[in-house]
């Protein structure tokens, strides 16, 4: 079998016509095919990894996950730092509202950013260094 491990021999035998499942088990271990799909694999990475054009290829797909990562890890952490400026402004005894709204701009500014959007728009409609720790308050309590 040269497929990826999506093709097993329960997957064959369910297509109709195709030799039962015993069948392909018995056939499968008198002609070797798990060694063989092996083998294959290995030539076919072996041939691809020695082809420039297949370690371009592989180093611009390591390079796309590698930015993926990261993407989803400060996506992450923005979020973090919106939840929680969020909550310090509901609470404001833990953090000054000043800080709390940082924390928020900071998290929507990297979200901006990992989402590929323009961060100095946000920064342009509302500057929180500005404003007074009362006028925060009340944006907070709306």
Known sequence: ????????????????????????????NNESWPEQRKQYRYQRDTKVYQDDTGKSAIAK????????EVITRHTAVSKWLMDQGKKALENAE??????AVQMIKLGLEGERICMGL???????ELNPDELSDEELQKIANG
């Open 1 to 28: 079998m040269i497929g990826d491990d999506s093709t097993t021999l329960q997957f064959i035998s369910d297509i109709p016509g195709a030799p039962s499942l015993p069948t392909l088990k018995k056939r499968s």
């Open 61 to 68: 797909i390591e390079r796309i996950i590698d930015t993926a």
């Open 94 to 99: 833990t953090i000054s509202p000043s800080v």
């Open 118 to 124: 323009d961060s100095d728009r946000a920064s342009q």
